[in-house]
């Protein structure tokens, strides 16, 4: 064999077959948005799917094929101007509340820009790219899946804001339905133990360090929280009693007159739930969802127990092996537990409200330059939840991810798992 | 002639042609958009171009079809929920900040809803309408003409949101530049005079009745103020002056940061406005466009004369024999006036704000029914604009046509021409 | 006689009885107020009554002594800042909602500064002072009578947010109960007639120049609408039917929940107001009061009926001879009409809503200088109210009076006569 | 000696003299205050000083009189509605941004209200309260000396309001102005810690229970930041770097303009500062006060160090054994650090802002009944603050006192002292 054609075969790069996938699994998000789908914002918290797809498609740009790529030159001038989201370092931006007033580029448009940038980015990852740039294309990934997600539960938003409750895909066949198992709890003892990225595979700067921190004895039940059990916190007057809430969210539950979880809805004495599949019957089984950390507290407080911190649930989650789905589940509304002992349902149904606020671990670093923008300016005002949810990309959760939002907030697949003091 | 078949044959529908032309005229408005261009709402005083769309045809359905149509059945029960716009007579409606959440339907399932209502009011008039059912025709005519210059302006309002400055359409190749001619004045007499609306062919129900009211003698410029004058009172501190400005005006200034006229951008010295046709060098000669009341009464106080009020407006009109351009004209800017003598600009260019709040005149009564709130209601905080725009569509505008905004509204075709008294 | 001892001895100062007596009452209405009474301010519509005495005050230094008195130096050099109400020529000024904020100086304090401007314009008009500066102090009286009535509706805005209803001063005996007599029209014939100040006396600027106008034949009520009618408005839903109302004041009804005037209350089935007397049964006899424009409009349309124009109400006063108290009346609330034939409670019970917005006469023309700020700059988004209340101060009130307020304001002794055409 | 008489004389009260010297430092701190300073509201997380007044006597009544005096009735039944704060549990009152309407009852008045209560609470301990009367006394007292700490930062606030920048009190002969000494880190290792109170003299509930927890090794600056370090920080740039602060901080820095502490101002390119004393000359040697922990939080990463968690903080206080003041301090300003060797100004000058959230303690469980409400329903959205303020009465301070407040708030004695990791 020749050495020189050896020499020019590059290895073949980790993050290419990382990135197709990726890349992929966002068209076919795309797929059953229509051009003005994909345009309107539906609040301030939400983004359109074209922003979404063209943002994660700028990111690349910004961060691998100007700093990695010799000669490329921008698509166009102004997407980064349009489609930065918070870089301070990086330029000035479209304000985030007007991010609904870019109706051109259309869709179509946004799509031949991501075509182009995949082109260049395999371009250079086939040519062997630096271990630096291979880390960015992998930062760009992860950063893309939680767009995913993110695409998933804005465009949720926006369709729920339509008095015809559009269907985004129309639902699989109904499974039949069954009882949530009874909850049980499962006992963990305290002591120091290790929390955070350990540094193998892929993880964000706020995972680490890796590090040690004390528990006590403590309980965490088996199962999240399902719709009928918030059903009987409604009707037990949960979203009456402030003696239940915390001042802020009882402030939040007058002000909005929050009378049960976002997306739920009362005719005629039944109760629905706006999905991603269009209006439908609430399953009492399935776990509830989208609902916020006050509410999530309030209903803790009212059964008499109380939320895991992120400490407690990644230390059960690791002691008993809990692990995230790593196949595409085409499901779009979660599902209720298995009747089988053990812990369940801690990834893939719904990210899970702790009691921690969104602190930096000890020795937490901030990264130098746009990268470490990424996280740790958000460590106030916000509480960590745990696990994955059904809208979250296979391969994108792991047991020490910290999601975060804050108090209030509920258009998330978000719920809950209780715990108790031992 | 068989008198039998002769009466089969019905009279020919006097609105049959309006209608036809009307609606043609919506189509090829929309015809430059996308799905995403016609769903997002800029503002709330801005509407979707589907929902003015949408909302024309819902108002010949209900107002027409449902009630002189035997059998009709509406196209879908939901449209009357998402298209009303502020008739509280017919029901519950989308509340008007929210037009911009309905992604669907998409801009082509409207397009086969007018279809669909074109081809039953068609049926209805073809085989002999009342009158009653032929006026109200009309009136919906008319309603969609009013709505075809807000699809205009509320385009540009939501174009000019966006940083890359997209035309509606191509510009036209470039007129000549040429110099506006000297304003002149040209002098009134005073005395009782006659305004309103005689009852001889269409009029809103606010232009009348027809009444005498008492001027006193006054001069009327003979053109609209310029942008290069408009220039001039920017240069000259106009905007930092609280002496020129009504008191909730100068508040306005203030809060808004207002400093020139809406879309007017500098540039490296150059001054250039958003338009139809995208971003544009300012044409000194041409009049000035998109300022708001407490703006053009700040300007007359500055040039030492006032707005006219809408009798004088209308009296210099009649007795001197303007009138509106009859024909279709493809422009997407206002032009300068010719060099010529006589009063000019009176129709076509800018609508021209008055110094009359839009008050009912004598005698003026709301009708009954839903129809009723088609101005009364709007007769509080707004002043009366007179004359027309080059957004407004041929045969619309009139001498008694009375349009009517907030004060610090700026988004529509409006200018000013300058009075004084005699 | 010594004619040098003739000319050492000036002519009377026409101003200086009204300068006495009004200064007087001033410090009549401040005495039931305590320090905090006196400081706070209950909304930004409304000022301290502390403010009210203080600006005024400053008013006779800024206008009079500062331009006509050699040598006088400002008592302060802060209460420049301080007690400015609008005028932009005088300088900055301490921000309208923030008026409440100034504990220091107190009330004792205020009252110190009050007498040493009383003494310095004592002493001026004593020493004989110019025409220009008797009416200068002559104007101030005037705008001192104004904010006298002011720091009356302040109160009773202030003690109305407080739960324990305190008064501002204790009721007189109640009179005997009566029945308010049945309301009869009045016609008039139409035709050109004149309206304004015709500048015998004082007046207000916005009041002149008279000028001819043109009305049409019309009937006015005889007197004005009671408490009685009013609760029969509401109680047959008059705030609930949006047929009645402007567009923007259904948005108010809607918005501030309104279902009755301000400060009526409901306990247990009966009625109350809060007056300047405290909590008191409503009087059905006694005109309402304390309605904005926008719930006269939809009373006057619920009773078929309309508000007068300012013209005709004029025209009313002036041609049957309406003459307004010259006497002091201790009352704090108004009074049911008298049984007897003819036009009554023109004046002296609540100002009474026209339909005119506040626009200026025909020539009108603004003052030269800060005195030209006074009316001019409001003439926008306002209605004007004729005749005068209870609380104005004898000798303020006349037939040519525009008093002007938003047509949501309801903190004023504001009510309506009905009128209808003829 | 007679048995009988023995037992008739009950145990002196534990409590009795500590509500005395309470109470009497109330009165004290409301001497230099006006019926109008008592009254006025100057933003809605202010009080005024009679609401404190007020309030903390209704703590006493409702808490102590109404349930363990019998036969007590209330000194007015709208006292309990005028006066609770935030106690759902005891029933509805004035809204909190509403407190400032209240101009009667006066400061006199409210005087006397306390003067009746401490009668009756005197009595009560006087004749042998049960230990949880007495309980709830100390309870009250404690509470009282937290809104004595709140009358004299509102009061501050309110004060700085007023152009005239009035003083609460005259300032004492001015010390002799000296350096700050050079700032030293103290080194503290690592390891399992027991931190929060232990049972042994008052505590707050949210103070316990006290519990292990895991520090790593750190070094904690022996002294406070001063004024003149944090000027560096203003021209340094500080204010204009969104890299160094939170996102949450920096759009609060754009939104309110922020450049500098609060109650800082620059005068002729002299810096000054609004103190209880007035406008006073800015202190380069003093700690800084009056910061958020936005900025204290980019303040320690511009100087490449952070703010110390909670449990660091109290560990380095109680190892090393700083102890609060116990006796009055007249002073109204913070003093520099005195020129000595080890850890300096852990208490009496400035609350110190910590990294740590407000969040319950392990096993932390809230009371029963209204006490409950106390702390718990505010661990959200809120950082510690460690030591004690010159505003802090002396013998409400210790170690394990938690502070806490929103981290946008400035109007407290709020500070910083650096720490970082070892």
């Known amino acids: 064999?020749?050495?020189?054609?050896?020499?020019?075969?590059?290895?073949?790069?980790?993050?290419?077959?990382?990135?197709?996938?990726?890349?992929?699994?966002?068209?076919?998000?795309?797929?059953?948005?229509?051009?003005?789908?994909?345009?309107?914002?539906?609040?301030?918290?939400?983004?359109?799917?074209?922003?979404?797809?063209?943002?994660?498609?700028?990111?690349?740009?910004?961060?691998?094929?100007?700093?990695?790529?010799?000669?490329?030159?921008?698509?166009?001038?102004?997407?980064?101007?349009?489609?930065?989201?918070?870089?301070?370092?990086?330029?000035?931006?479209?304000?985030?509340?007007?991010?609904?007033?870019?109706?051109?580029?259309?869709?179509?448009?946004?799509?031949?820009?991501?075509?182009?940038?995949?082109?260049?980015?395999?371009?250079?990852?086939?040519?062997?790219?630096?271990?630096?740039?291979?880390?960015?294309?992998?930062?760009?990934?992860?950063?893309?899946?939680?767009?995913?997600?993110?695409?998933?539960?804005?465009i949720l938003h926006l369709f729920a804001q339509n008095p015809l409750h559009p269907a985004y895909r129309e639902p699989a066949p109904a499974a039949v339905g069954h009882e949530a198992p009874e909850a049980a709890w499962i006992g963990f003892e305290g002591g120091i133990v290790e929390i955070g990225h350990d540094g193998a595979g892929f993880g964000y700067d706020c995972e680490g360090p890796r590090h040690r921190t004390l528990i006590e004895p403590f309980r965490l039940s088996d199962r999240l929280v399902t719709n009928a059990e918030w059903l009987?916190?409604?009707?037990?007057g949960g979203y009456r009693d402030p003696l239940l809430w915390l001042s802020e969210g009882w402030a939040q539950v007058n002000a909005e007159g929050w009378a049960h979880p976002l997306y739920w809805l009362e005719r005629d004495g039944l109760w629905w739930s706006m999905t991603l599949n269009g209006l439908q019957p609430l399953d009492p089984a399935a776990p509830v969802a989208h609902v916020s950390y006050f509410e999530a507290d309030a209903f803790a407080a009212w059964a008499g127990a109380r939320l895991p911190t992120e400490a407690e649930w990644e230390h059960a989650a690791t002691s008993l092996g809990a692990l995230p789905p790593q196949t595409p589940d085409a499901r779009l509304r979660p599902k209720p537990a298995e009747d089988a002992p053990g812990l369940k349902q801690m990834f893939g149904e719904v990210w899970q409200w702790t009691r921690s606020p969104f602190t930096p671990y000890p020795r937490f670093a901030k990264a130098e330059g746009a990268v470490g923008e990424y996280n740790g300016k958000f460590m106030c005002g916000q509480f960590v939840l745990r696990g994955s949810s059904l809208a979250t990309p296979p391969g994108h959760a792991r047991a020490s991810y910290r999601n975060f939002f804050q108090p209030d907030k509920r258009w998330q697949f978000s719920g809950l798992r209780l715990a108790e003091d031992a």
């Open 1 to 154: 064999m020749n050495p020189t054609l050896a020499r020019a075969v590059p290895a073949p790069s980790p993050a290419l077959a990382l990135f197709a996938s990726v890349r992929a699994h966002s068209a076919h998000l795309a797929a059953p948005l229509g051009d003005a789908d994909a345009t309107v914002q539906s609040m301030p918290d939400a983004s359109p799917a074209k922003w979404h797809l063209a943002h994660t498609t700028w990111f690349f740009e910004a961060m691998v094929l100007e700093r990695f790529a010799p000669g490329y030159a921008p698509y166009s001038p102004s997407f980064s101007y349009l489609f930065n989201s918070y870089y301070e370092t990086l330029g000035p931006r479209q304000p985030r509340p007007r991010r609904g007033m870019i109706t051109r580029p259309s869709l179509d448009e946004i799509m031949a820009y991501r075509a182009h940038v995949d082109a260049a980015i395999e371009r250079l990852l086939a040519a062997g790219a630096s271990p630096e740039a291979e880390e960015m294309v992998e930062l760009g990934c992860h950063h893309e899946q939680q767009h995913q997600e993110l695409l998933l539960t804005d």
């Open 232 to 236: 009987a916190f409604v009707e037990a």
